[in-house]
Nanobody, 118 residues
């Protein structure tokens, strides 16, 4: 099955930037879309952004539009999330997910912590 490994999290001051990466391995030809989700302490996991793997259609949560950019490198089987103008409310564990066509997200990475200080 598909394996996902995130990297790039860390501590940053408000207004700063971070770029997350998610490396996919295994049967990656089965992937239809990939996305980023985040989970703050005591809250449910929430959608951040996703992208279709072949034609790169993107969608974003309203809370990150204009600040975050999702992209992918098919040759490297890697998903990215460029996060700019970070706010303390962006603090969360960020998870990478992958979905096959007509399926919900079923493959997940281990998560990477993003902490934004005020």
């Amino acid at each position: 099955q598909v394996q996902l490994v995130e990297s790039g999290g860390g501590l940053v001051q408000a207004g700063g930037s971070l770029r997350l990466s998610c490396a996919a391995s295994g049967p990656t030809s089965s992937i239809y879309r990939m996305g980023w989700f985040r989970q703050a302490p005591g809250k449910e996991r929430r959608f951040v952004a996703d992208i279709t793997w072949i034609i790169s259609m993107t969608s974003y949560a309203d809370s990150v539009k204009g600040r975050f950019t999702i992209s992918r490198d098919n040759a490297k089987n890697t998903l990215y999330l460029q996060m700019n103008s970070l706010k303390p409310e962006d603090t969360a564990v960020y998870y990478c997910g992958a979905a096959r066509r007509n399926r919900d997200y079923e493959y997940w990475g281990q998560g990477t912590q993003v902490t934004v200080s005020s």
